[in-house]
């Protein structure tokens, strides 16, 4: 069985920073897009960030200018580095990949931004 694993979740201060990281527990073949979604408690879960394998990215507003997703293709592996985070960027956060017809979801880490 093959699962995202994030790391780098955790508390931090509003205005500060978190880089979190995701690797496949084994190698996939064929991802073309990376992507990492939060959901808040009472919360739809909704994406924050999305890089294809030709690097082109997406943000919602909500995160422009602060997030940058940033992937590996040779290892599969995606980043997400998180500045100047707010209250409201508290969530649990999940990766996500797509090969071809097969979804990979991770089991999600939770941030937490408070004083």
């Known amino acids: 069985q093959v699962q995202l694993v994030e790391s780098g979740g955790g508390l931090v201060q509003p205005g500060g920073s978190l880089r979190l990281s995701c690797t496949p527990s084994r190698s996939i073949f064929g991802i073309s897009t990376m992507a990492w979604y939060r959901q808040a408690p009472g919360k739809r879960r909704e994406l924050v960030a999305r890089i294809i394998s030709g690097g082109n990215t997406n943000y919602p507003d909500s995160v422009k200018g602060r997030f940058t997703i940033s992937r590996d293709n040779a290892k599969n592996s995606v980043d997400l580095q998180m500045n100047a985070l707010k209250p409201e960027d508290s969530a649990v956060y999940y990766c996500?990949?797509?090969?071809?017809?097969?979804?990979?979801w991770g089991q999600g880490t939770q941030v937490t931004v408070s004083s």
């Open positions: 996500y990949a797509i090969a071809d017809l097969r979804q990979y």
